[in-house]
């Protein structure tokens, strides 16, 4: 049995460790060796769920390993999300086009490769894709696995850079965000595992929080 992160589903900050049973990523599969050359379109299947899972381990040894990034993206130091830990994002020079959308930027955040959208246009993107709200309260979600048996999964979330403050027991933001995430998930998982995980969200967030309130306070 391996531990994962709950944020490599359940898209928040903050670090709950459950079970999972058999969950793999994609780093983990095994790549056939051979040339790779990044492209923005390698970058649009990867947010679409349309590329093998060994591209995205291609790609994060391309962007993340010192390798020269190409000249047609730029990483972005401020993406606005500095309370996001792990996101990475880029420029492109020329835009691709996700979900319909073109854009000229994409960000990485574990096994999610994503675009950010308005949220009406992340909301129309969920329909389009017939995705389903998952039942989690501390953020908004949506989903749809390609395969129902190991994914990949196609979603939506909301920034999360208060996800540590609402931990500690501050009141959320009221309102609808300004933005949302849309991309694809490469953990290797059932659409059952994801929801058993989304159903414990909310309970593990809360004692995630406990725990952290606990030992600032334990702090001299």
């Avoid at 990034?69 to 086009?97: A, S």
């Avoid at 955040?109 to 894709?129: F, G, H, M, N, S």
């Avoid at 949302?180 to 998982?189: D, H, K, P, Q, R």
């Avoid at 059932?190 to 004692?207: E, I, N, P, R, V």
């Amino acid at each position: 049995m391996m531990k994962f992160y709950l944020s490599t589903f359940i898209a928040l900050a903050f670090v709950c460790q459950l079970t999972g049973n058999g969950i793999a990523y994609a780093e983990d599969q095994p790549v056939e060796q051979g040339t790779f050359e990044l492209a923005p379109e390698i970058l649009a299947a990867l947010a679409e769920c349309r590329a093998p899972r060994d591209v995205l381990g291609e790609t994060g040894m391309a962007l993340f390993t010192g390798s020269a990034i190409p000249e047609w993206l730029t990483p972005v130091d401020d993406d606005g999300h500095d309370g996001m830990m792990g996101l990475e994002t880029f420029d492109l020079k020329t835009p691709i086009t996700v979900f319909g959308a073109p854009t000229t930027r994409i960000a990485f955040l574990q096994e999610w490769v994503v675009t950010e959208q308005t949220y009406d246009a992340a909301l129309e993107t969920t329909r389009k894709q017939d995705m389903k709200r998952a039942p989690i309260k501390v953020t908004e979600q949506y989903y749809r696995f390609v395969d129902p048996e190991s994914g990949p999964m196609i979603g939506a979330f909301a920034p999360t850079d208060d996800a540590l403050a609402v931990m500690l027991g501050m009141p959320m933001e009221a309102g609808k965000p300004k933005t949302m995430f849309v991309g694809c998930n490469y953990a290797i998982a059932s659409q059952k595992d994801f929801l058993d995980a989304a159903a414990k969200a909310d309970t593990m967030a809360g004692d995630a929080g406990q725990d952290i309130q606990e030992m600032l306070e334990g702090e001299p």
